[in-house]
Structures are given as structure tokens and as C-alpha cells.
């Protein structure tokens, strides 16, 4: 898979633009609030650069990059609802990749999720599963054409025109950010499996979001989740010049480390942590501009061969930059 089938770089850019755009609008106004680190709760965290008027720090306990400081949580609350960088991911960007998306990327993140639901589940009465940020509601369609007809599969999104898009696709929906979700909103259903993809990232307070899901949950339930790691190839490779460390959207990235230990102390317990991620040489061979070293120009430009066998490497030894979960409620 290349990067330019699931995110075409005109398009991509387009998006980046307004977000830069956006920045002015809704954060440069805001106050600034100083927070410990999301994963481990330590203070004194380091200045690793900053980007677009964001400073990111690095923590040195269990490695975490975050915004710090940053904006108010409401200057966040109001960029989501109203932003045309938001309103451009949803009504263009996602759009105009869906089925691209859902061939190259989703449906086989389904049928991943379906593998990893057999490994570790037991099989109760009327099973359902959660997903949380459904968006265009792709993956759930996929992931219901996967499992036995006797599992509901249910999105959880606030946002209302893509509440829309579910609906007229005929999936069960909670109406919703997940911060207002109470169990009352899953009566009728067993909760066997929480999904959050592509969402830890963006969140002001990944740790709240955490501990929300897990009080949701009973003991032996999963959460499945992905976000990007710091420890990643392409992230530590480019560091700022990297298009994946776009603030206000990307404002946390985590590490195999720091994911667990956030986890284990919202009463998780770790069933694997992996990288499966297939683009870090892709995205790194188109910014050979910003790399020095000669040695990582050499294998991110040569031979096939090499680069398929590097990402390989780096999918086994948990350095991609994609990243996903599974761990179960105690």
C-alpha cells in the first residue's frame, strides 16, 4: 500500500493548509494551560520543537510527545464543531478516498479487528460491539459482514451530518461525544468490544477518554484501539517536517510504553501491543528533502526490495508508526 492511495498529497495538503488557517482563528486568542504527561502524570517534561506556534514536549519517563502547553479545552470544543479544516476532512477529504479507504485500509482492518475478537473473546448471549468516532460508518459496515449475524455492531459520533451518513446506511448509532455516553445508552446489549481508531491523537485529555471507555465496560470486555507511536520510523525520522505532526489535529503520540502504562492504570491489562503499519518508508521516501543521514536516504531510495523488507523489520519490532492495541478490562 502507498501512502498517496489512502491520502493523496493535493488533497492532503489542501487539509493542512486550513488548518494552519485555523489555528489563528480559534487558539491564538486562547489561554495556555500547562498539563503533566498524558500517559505517566510526570511534570517536568522536555522541549523537543515547536510547529505552526504548538510547542511539543517529550517525556522522559516513558517517552510521550505531547502539546505542551496547550490551548483551552473549549478553543478545541469549538474548532471541531466549526472548523473548515473539520467540516473539509469529512465533506471532501474522506469522501472523495472512501472506497479507496475501504479496499486498501479498513476492510482489512476488520477483518484484523474479527481475528483479534476470536483470539480473545469468549462468545456471551447477543454480543455487540462499540465504535467510537464511526465517522462515514465504513468500518462498521465491514466489520458486520465479518462476524456472526447474532453480533450488533453500533457507532458511537457526535458529529450530525455524519450521524446522517450512518443512519442512511441503517447503523445503529449513539448520538453522542462518548464524555455524555452512560451505560443506559447500551441497554438491551451485551458490550463485548470497544473499537477507537485513529482517535487518541487529537483528544485534549487522552486519559479522561480512557477511563470513560473503561468504566463502560465489564471485566473481560476489550478495547481495540490504534493511534500513531512516537517511537515510529517516519515520526523519528522527520521529527517536525513530518505531515503526521500537524497540531491542532495531532497533539499526543504515545509509545508502546507510555499506551500501556495510561492503560494499565485505568484498569486495563494488555493483551498485545503491535505496529502493523505499511507506510513509513513510503512517507519518508517522499521527504528524502528533509533527511540527512545517508544511510536512511540509502534504504528509503534503493531497491524494492530492501524498503518491503525494512518495513517488515519495522512492523515485527514495534518501530512503525502505526500502532494498535488490544487489552482487557480487569
Known sequence: MKEEEIRPESVFNDYLALAE?????????????????????????????????????????????????????????????????????????????????????????????????????????????????????????????????????????????????????????????????????????????VTSFELLEHLYDPRRFIETVSSLLHTDSLLILSTLSWDGFDLQVLRESSKSIHPPHHINFFTPLSLSLMLKSAGFSICEITTPGELDVDIVTKQLGDINDPFIKRIVSGDETVKKQFQIFLQKTNLSSHMMVVAKKK
Request: glycine fraction near 6%; proline fraction near 9%.
Open 21 to 193: 488557517n485555523d489555528i489563528k482563528t480559534y487558539f491564538f486568542s486562547s489561554p495556555l494551560h500547562y498539563i503533566p504527561c498524558p500517559a505517566c502524570g510526570k511534570i517536568q517534561c522536555i522541549f523537543q520543537f515547536r510547529k505552526m506556534g504548538f510547542d511539543y514536549e517529550e517525556c522522559p519517563q516513558c517517552g510521550t510527545l505531547f502539546v505542551n502547553p496547550r490551548p483551552d479545552e473549549s478553543a478545541f470544543v469549538r474548532f471541531y464543531t466549526d472548523s473548515p479544516s473539520v467540516r473539509f476532512w469529512a465533506d471532501h477529504f474522506y469522501k472523495n478516498t472512501e472506497e479507496s479507504r475501504r479496499n486498501k485500509l479498513i476492510r482489512p482492518k476488520a477483518e484484523r479487528v474479527g481475528r483479534l475478537l476470536e483470539k480473545y473473546l469468549c462468545f456471551p448471549e447477543n454480543p455487540a460491539i462499540i465504535d467510537i468516532g464511526a465517522g462515514y460508518g465504513v468500518f462498521c459496515e465491514e466489520l458486520k459482514k465479518i462476524l456472526p449475524n447474532n453480533y450488533s455492531v453500533i457507532g458511537i459520533e457526535p458529529a450530525s451530518s455524519l450521524q446522517q451518513i450512518c443512519r442512511q446506511k441503517n447503523i445503529p448509532l449513539i448520538p453522542k461525544f462518548l464524555e455524555d455516553v452512560v451505560p443506559q445508552d447500551f441497554e438491551g446489549y451485551n458490550i463485548v468490544a
